[in-house]
């Protein structure tokens, strides 16, 4: 990346993380780390560099913190820190400036002038590590993940073993459209699967026995919902599918 460059890949790197953190309805704050005591290249470079990164702070608007000397022995840092569901701040996302690796590894670009030049380097993160980050999420949502992001989005349960094949069928069709299935076909009584069901926290449980595997239809729980009655397989996919799609978080 060329010097000049620096404030502008920064901006698409804020809006980058900002665009995440959003999806799965984070808060966070931002700080600025600056030069340490024990810090590698020039004052010049770092007071350009720290400016960058307070110019692509404030054209994207965001309020931040000075973090005194907490930058990087390579360059100045943003970090991006989480508040949790109790009010908890966690650092997660970074990015970071290094004029180092350019210089460790003799990078250079040729500049308008015909002269050599040093790029800079960007380091960026955006989830941080990512058992935390995992960690945040899951307390977030108290393991009642949206159905876009829950390891099964739909459990089917069996009354008796008579409609196994017919479960069976509709996984294999929900799978081709990408949804998450497990299928309970247990002989235990079916108050049973939909408690444990419920306990597992997922999304949408599809009961299907006698009668609707005769009528080609599905009995629907929704988990925030409590029951929707009973749809046609292919009414319920398109309504899960759009709802994936536009990432809800209720």
Same mark, same amino acid.
């Given at each position: 990346?060329?010097?000049? /460059?620096?404030?502008?890949?920064? +901006?698409?790197?804020?809006?980058?993380?900002?665009?995440?953190? &959003?999806?799965?309805?984070?808060?966070?704050?931002?700080?600025?780390?600056?030069? $340490?005591?024990?810090?590698?290249?020039? /004052?010049?470079?770092? %007071?350009?560099?720290?400016?960058?990164?307070?110019?692509?702070?404030?054209?994207?608007?965001? #309020?931040?913190?000075?973090?005194?000397?907490?930058?990087?022995?390579?360059? $100045? =840092?943003?970090?991006?820190?989480?508040?949790?569901?109790?009010?908890?701040?966690? !650092?997660?996302?970074?990015?970071?400036? #290094?004029? /180092? *690796?350019?210089?460790?590894?003799?990078?250079?670009?040729?500049?308008?002038?015909?002269?050599?030049?040093?790029?800079? *380097?960007?380091?960026?993160?955006?989830?941080?590590?990512?058992?935390?980050?995992?960690?945040?999420?899951?307390? !977030?949502?108290?393991?009642?993940?949206?159905?876009?992001?829950?390891?099964? !989005?739909? &459990?089917?349960?069996?009354?008796?073993?008579?409609?196994? %094949?017919?479960?069976?069928?509709?996984?294999? %069709?929900?799978?081709?459209?990408?949804? @998450?299935?497990?299928?309970?076909?247990?002989?235990?009584?079916?108050?049973?699967?939909?408690?444990?069901?419920?306990?597992?926290?997922?999304?949408? +449980?599809?009961?299907?026995?006698? @009668?609707?595997?005769?009528?080609?239809?599905?009995?629907?729980?929704?988990?925030? =919902?409590?029951?929707?009655?009973?749809? =046609?397989?292919?009414?319920?996919?398109?309504?899960?599918?759009?709802?994936?799609?536009?990432?809800?978080? %209720?």
């Amino acid at each position: 990346m060329l010097p000049e /460059q620096v404030r502008d890949e920064i +901006i698409g790197v804020i809006e980058l993380v900002d665009y995440f953190y &959003k999806v799965f309805g984070f808060r966070y704050h931002v700080e600025l780390s600056t030069k $340490p005591e024990d810090s590698m290249g020039s /004052q010049e470079d770092w %007071d350009r560099a720290t400016n960058a990164l307070k110019e692509a702070l404030e054209i994207k608007g965001l #309020d931040y913190r000075i973090n005194e000397g907490d930058g990087a022995f390579y360059g $100045p =840092k943003i970090d991006f820190h989480l508040e949790d569901c109790i009010g908890r701040a966690w !650092q997660c996302g970074t990015i970071q400036l #290094d004029f /180092q *690796m350019p210089e460790r590894f003799d990078l250079t670009y040729v500049g308008s002038d015909g002269e050599k030049h040093r790029p800079v *380097m960007i380091h960026r993160v955006v989830f941080g590590s990512i058992e935390r980050f995992i960690a945040i999420l899951t307390e !977030q949502f108290a393991g009642a993940f949206p159905v876009w992001l829950s390891p099964v !989005q739909v &459990k089917f349960l069996s009354i008796t073993n008579r409609s196994d %094949d017919t479960i069976a069928k509709m996984a294999k %069709d929900f799978g081709k459209d990408e949804i @998450r299935t497990e299928s309970d076909l247990r002989n235990e009584k079916i108050g049973y699967k939909i408690r444990e069901a419920r306990m597992e926290k997922v999304p949408y +449980i599809l009961v299907v026995g006698d @009668r609707e595997a005769e009528n080609g239809t599905v009995s629907v729980r929704s988990r925030s =919902k409590g029951d929707l009655g009973t749809m =046609k397989p292919e009414d319920f996919k398109a309504r899960i599918v759009k709802e994936i799609s536009e990432k809800a978080l %209720d």
